[in-house]
């Protein structure tokens, strides 16, 4: 089990620009959460995934964002148009449906986006 | 609306101390209940979960335990060391059952000093 990870760690863009990140699940795991945290605060849910359908998207996540699990298993996240108020870090976590640690997110390292 | 509030920080222990970390929330259904903690520049580690009533969920001397009756899912240990600071959130399912996504608290900076 090699955990979530996500890449990249960093993005520094203008504000403006469209941003890409991506995260890649442990695998196996059904489900894929997005989340994002600002300084000094907890995680807020953004959407997740069941295998390819998104199941649930938070009114936070504007139309400027899009989240796709294509083949359901790696995810994308985009920001389309960055404003100086998404700079965050937008962390993805994963679980299973099944076993005895069924439910349980595992968090991955994070991406951290600055918009200038 | 689901919520969750926990004990506001920052909190400063000396090594060896008791720690609690109240944590209280609102939550429709059943919900499973986590303590997850972040240690400075990395991620979020699960710490340890409790799913039903009464349920004591444990790791690394951390322990909480299930209320239903109060709502609460406190987080204690016997004697904290320098290691454990870091910040902790309490999260609970959102909208009951035990995979939902999380709703998590603002987090409770913990320092220990020597």
């Known amino acids: 089990d090699t955990g979530v990870s996500q890449n990249p760690r960093h993005k520094i863009t203008k504000r403006g620009q469209n941003v890409t990140f991506r995260c890649d699940p442990i695998?196996?795991?059904?489900?894929l959460y997005w989340y994002r945290q600002t300084l000094g605060q907890g995680p807020e849910f953004l959407t997740y995934?069941?295998?390819?359908?998104?199941?649930?998207k938070s009114r936070l996540l504007s139309d400027r964002f899009s989240a796709e699990r294509p083949k359901g298993s790696f995810s994308t996240l985009e920001i389309q148009r960055t404003e100086q108020g998404d700079s965050a870090m937008y962390l993805c976590?994963?679980?299973?449906?099944?076993?005895?640690?069924?439910?349980?997110?595992?968090f991955g390292p994070g991406t951290r986006l600055t918009v200038l | 609306g689901d919520s969750v509030t926990q004990m506001e920080g920052p909190v400063t222990l000396s090594e060896e101390a008791f720690l609690t970390i109240n944590c209280t929330y609102t939550?429709?259904?059943?919900?499973?209940l986590f303590w997850y903690v972040q240690y400075p520049g990395e991620g979020l580690q699960l710490l340890l979960k409790?799913?039903?009533?009464?349920d004591k969920g444990s790791n690394k001397g951390f322990e909480a335990t299930y209320r239903k009756e109060t709502t609460s899912f406190h987080l204690e240990k016997g004697s904290v060391q320098v290691s454990d600071s870091a910040v902790y959130f309490c999260?609970?399912?959102?909208?009951?059952?035990?995979?939902?996504?999380?709703?998590f608290g603002k987090g409770t900076k913990l320092s220990v000093k020597p």
């Open positions: 976590a994963s679980s299973s449906l099944a076993g005895g640690l069924r439910g349980t997110q595992y």
């Open positions: 695998s196996e795991h059904n489900r």
């Open positions: 995934f069941q295998n390819e359908a998104q199941l649930e």
């Open positions: 939550a429709t259904g059943y919900p499973s």
């Open positions: 409790a799913t039903k009533a009464d």
């Open positions: 999260a609970p399912t959102l909208g009951g059952g035990s995979q939902g996504n999380l709703i």
